[in-house]
């Protein structure tokens, strides 16, 4: 029997198939559901992801079939068929793709077949099958790049040298999305190295139209993109490589190096690199030593976020600031061989105490997880308390952060109580950024 996700850190596929075509330049995302799952939906995201807001065409301005009852029943093909008319002809887009909600999947409504109908226009138009029963916002986010790949990008005999297609960070889901990838792509840059973003700056629908140039995918995450990847190899002969999102010094260290020997890059220009922006790393970084050796800032570090944070951060907490990782809780549904190699990154950290790693869909069960990973006290006279602690994970976790008398600072989505602009917190200098919010929190009510 099935259940509900106690505080649940997703919305459902048609959610992720929203934001993420809202977050392409001038794409229109034309929802065929009932009236109340596009508003709902984008405004999670729009909202929770750091106040991210609606961009050129989602929110309230969502164009939406609005099935109703008799849609239900005769099928809404005919309604979905005039929405899409309608919206080419009032909205300005440059892309416009059908998604599909639960109802309009259960009657067998044929999205696909009918956005087909206006093939022959100057405009794109295509279409996905997206129910919220297909799976989480994650999923949504890859059947929506993986069609684009499938049908709209054109196949290229003759490839860009050192250029990459980079996937795996998903809009909204990733509250920092525009800053880390960012944060990438400057790092690339500086090796030569072109890197198409689908919704980094200065994107457009003509330029994504032609990324089956790249040499080379670079999936950040080690369970979402891949489904585009695998689509990006089989139709465009792009070889694919998965990598954690490099946070800091210790994790963009061994991300630049994996591309240098990727790209057949020269180690001595990867080392310049490296070296160059350690200088910059350390000359800010150094700056608080005094105040952290003075007034002792290590920490316990718990985190609890999806599978694409949990090990960076709690890496960029152990190994960067010599804080002792203690509990890592990861919010994802994965499968036992999934757990196992994930499970397998952790013996990449330096310290020598190593975490315990829980996978725990329930966002609502950190604070017993918590409670079980400590020996209880049992009213001794001597009792070594699990602090002082720091939390790192989403808004949800704030009240668990004051029930146990940690410093907390949001970073995993959902993030309702920070304003999100152009923070990232890839690279060296990425992690000088998360740096300075974690200190912040520790001494913000001195």
Request: a negative charge; one cysteine or more.
């Amino acid at each position: 029997m099935g259940t509900f996700i106690e505080r649940a850190k997703s919305t459902c596929a048609l959610g992720g198939a929203i934001v993420t075509i809202a977050s392409l330049p001038r794409a229109i995302p034309i929802v065929h559901a009932s009236g109340g799952c596009a508003t709902m939906l984008s405004g999670t995201y729009n909202q929770a992801s750091g106040y991210k807001g609606s961009g050129y065409c989602s929110g309230h301005m969502t164009p939406t079939s609005n099935v109703v009852e008799k849609d239900i029943v005769f099928g809404g093909e005919e309604r979905l068929e005039e929405q899409i008319t309608h919206t080419i002809k009032i909205i300005d887009g440059d892309l416009y793709f059908v998604v599909t909600g639960c109802q309009v999947e259960i009657i067998g409504d044929d999205a696909v077949g009918v956005t087909r109908r206006f093939q022959d226009g100057k405009l794109p138009v295509l279409a996905a099958n997206t129910p919220g029963f297909l799976g989480n916002g994650f999923k949504g986010y890859d059947v929506v790049l993986s069609t684009l790949a499938a049908e709209f990008i054109e196949p290229k005999a003759a490839k860009a040298a050192k250029t990459v297609n980079i996937l795996g960070i998903m809009p909204g889901q990733d509250v920092f999305y525009r800053g880390n990838i960012s944060g990438i792509q400057r790092l690339l840059n500086k090796l030569g190295i072109k890197a198409n973003t689908f919704f980094g700056d200065g994107e457009t629908i003509e330029t994504i139209k032609n990324y089956g140039d790249a040499v080379l995918t670079i999936v950040f995450s080690d369970k979402y993109g891949i489904d585009t990847a695998k689509v990006f190899e089989e139709k465009h002969n792009i070889p694919y490589i998965t990598a954690d999102l490099p946070i800091g010094e210790t994790r963009t260290d061994a991300f630049l190096h994996t591309i240098g020997r990727r790209l057949g890059i020269e180690p001595a220009a990867i080392e310049a690199l490296i070296a160059e922006e350690r200088r910059y790393y350390y000359s800010y970084l150094e700056r608080f030593l005094d105040i952290y050796g003075d007034i002792d800032l290590q920490r316990y570090a718990i985190v609890s976020a999806d599978i694409n944070y949990a090990f960076p951060l709690i890496s960029f907490l152990a190994d960067d600031l010599g804080w002792v990782p203690h509990l890592v809780v990861i919010n994802e549904e994965v499968d036992e061989l999934g757990k196992k190699r994930y499970d397998q990154k952790f013996n990449q950290l330096t310290s020598e105490a190593k975490p315990k790693v829980v996978f725990e869909q329930h966002a609502g069960q950190l604070l017993n997880h918590i409670r079980q990973s400590w020996p209880h006290n049992s009213n001794d006279k001597y009792y070594d308390a699990l602090s002082p602690a720091f939390l790192v994970g989403s808004s949800l976790e704030g009240s668990t952060a004051q029930k146990i008398g940690a410093a907390f600072l949001p970073v995993s989505f959902p993030v309702t109580n920070r304003a999100v602009l152009n923070k990232g917190y890839t690279g060296y200098r990425g992690g000088l950024s998360l740096a300075e919010d974690l200190f912040s929190a520790l001494v913000s009510n001195r």
